[in-house]
């Protein structure tokens, strides 16, 4: 079920893709473009990890206070049950209690309409199994971000997952667009964080900020130097 990265970023989404909401209302996810999205694939009838996963990015975006959900970026939440419905998406969304009511005008839970799961699933790289043994759907617990124009920038794996992290992927996401007001210091952001696919996570990049130090100590050696130079040569000429 390993999703195969290199193969699927910068992959886009069909936006003419047709959803139907927990209310019933449908819409095309090209609707939902134009800002960052948080793609989260899951099932309704899940009572493991699917509300694990929702409840934990609910906590974890109450901790993003930079960015504001709605506003900045938006969450979609996918069934890839050919047996869901907007009904069985509501019974989920009422059950697990996992987005509070102050997210839910910029979260929204949907099944498919206009393609199959497979078709949608399989073009993000995210792949899943029925175990007749565990009487549930095997799959990964993944995040994917998409780009407003609704190409994949990252995978974020894992049931445990910090505010730096989703705050990073975020600006990955989409550099300047994302908070226009603080664009310069995303950018400088994006620039000193790189992310590490053998662990997994966000770290600093070091090697840039080595060559940054470097840079700016040969500056500031120049500097020194050209000072005591000039000021060896105002005391001969006084001299």
Known sequence: MQID??????????GDTVLTDEQGREFQLSQMLGKPVILL???????GTCPTMGGELARVLSKVERFQLGRDYRVLTVSFDPRDTAQTAATFLGKTGAVPGAMRDGWRHVVLKSR???EFAGSLGFRYFWSDAAAAFMH???????TPQGRVARYIYGTRMDAQTVQLALVDADWERIAESTAVFDMLTGACFSYNYAEGRYQLNYSLLAGIGSLLLGLTLIGLGAWVYRRKLGRTTHA
Do not use: A, K, M, Q
């Not at 290199?6 to 989404?13: A, K, N």
């Not at 694939?41 to 009572?47: E, F």
């Open 41 to 47: 694939l899951s099932y309704y009838g899940c009572d």
């Open 140 to 146: 990964p617990n993944v995040l994917i971000f998409l």
């Open 116 to 118: 199959s799961p497979d």
């Open 5 to 14: 990265e290199p193969r699927f970023l910068g992959s886009p989404v069909r």
